[in-house]
């Protein structure tokens, strides 16, 4: 069995050792003077998306603890992205997987976990996720991967190529080396438990930002210091924002957070579209439109410096959604106010 074990390690560290890191790349908004706003491209992964680096962590801390076996069923509670990482690392390891899904992911998201030979289960909404991945592990025998508990304790936050180290060597050529603020949106919480605590460890001035959407707790908890909170209601930015505080989720290591309607997020871009020519996921929207409140209020301040976020998947995921004027309309609402805002940037 051990023996196992070590060939799934050596095969998920290979597989690491072939991908280059991701691109960091500078957006050209000459009406912001004196600030520098970069996208650190996660969608070049493999599986096409930040959740990649995640998936790959939960695997080897699942398989260092002795949770995965040779016969071992993964199970995992996602909204797609998560999902679609942990199906190939459960091939390339060659276990099955399952995932909890809400009715509501985007269809090529659930193409995408099915070609990577992974199953689906689906559920009414977000909040039944979790309970139904744990009775579904329950009844078969199998792991439940839980990235909303282990995301921020899978990754090594001191270094080891994570997100945060990478983001600071790219950045060290730059005009603002040391970035002035990190802005980054929460789904598990564990990539801002990552920033914020590589920040703290290294003793960067950086601070972070947490960027939340309508219909997540995390902002509420956030300045409310309540991790009871709830919701009923399921994001409409997919891949972010919780009905409910997940463990993860680490308020200590955040400066500050921001709410952003969902139309801002979408009409965000759409906006980026047209300024960079591609499409990118509407978590990628939060992100931005969170760095040019924060651009703006530098510029109040008189202050100049860099900030870096991330573009966390392709948009090519959400053709049949937040791509659609139509669906847009019935499920986000007007997001013109926010277009005719965005002009001001290009």
């Not at 790349?25 to 491209?41: H, T, V």
């Not at 579904?136 to 991967?145: D, E, H, P, R, T």
Request: charged content about 20%; aromatic content about 10%; glycine content about 8%.
């Amino acid at each position: 069995m051990k023996s196992w074990v070590s060939n799934a390690i050596a095969k998920i560290n290979a597989d690491a050792h072939r991908s280059a890191d991701t691109h960091l790349f500078k957006i050209s908004l000459p009406r912001l003077e004196g600030i520098d706003i970069y996208l650190k491209d996660e969608s070049t992964h493999p599986t096409g998306s930040l959740k990649h680096r995640l998936a790959r962590s939960l695997f080897l801390y699942a398989l260092c603890n002795g949770k995965i076996k040779q016969d071992t069923t993964i199970i995992e509670a996602s909204s797609g992205s998560t999902a679609v990482s942990e199906a190939y690392f459960a091939r390339m390891i060659g276990v099955p997987f399952i995932a909890v899904i809400p009715k509501s992911t985007a269809p090529s998201k659930i193409r995408q976990i099915e070609f990577y030979g992974g199953q689906t289960h689906f559920v009414a909404s977000a909040p039944e996720m979790h309970d139904a991945a744990v009775n579904l592990a329950q009844s078969i025998g199998g792991y439940f991967m839980d990235q909303f508990t282990f995301a921020e304790r899978a990754t090594d936050w001191r270094g080891n190529n994570n997100i945060a180290e990478s983001i600071f060597r790219q950045m060290e050529h730059e005009a603002y080396p040391i970035p002035a603020m990190l802005v980054m949106s929460a789904g598990t919480g564990g990539s801002s438990a990552t920033l914020g605590r590589y920040i703290r460890y290294k003793g960067y001035e950086t601070e972070l930002t947490v960027v939340d959407p309508e219909r997540s707790v995390f902002y509420d908890s956030f300045h409310t210091h309540d991790r009871g909170l709830t919701s009923s209601y399921s994001s409409r930015i997919e891949g972010i924002g919780r009905p409910k505080v997940e463990h993860s989720f680490q308020p200590d290591v955040i400066d500050r957070m921001i709410r952003v309607p969902d139309a801002a997020s979408v009409a965000t871009i759409l906006w980026l579209e047209e300024l960079i020519g591609r499409k990118v996921g509407p978590s990628t929207g939060t992100n931005l439109w969170g760095a040019l409140q924060i651009a703006n209020e530098m510029i109040a301040a008189g202050r100049k410096g860099s900030i870096v976020t991330l573009l966390c998947d392709s948009g090519e995921r959400y053709l049949e959604t937040y791509y659609q004027a139509e669906w847009v309309h019935d499920h986000i609402g007007d997001i013109e106010p926010y277009l005719a805002e965005l002009t001001k940037y290009a």
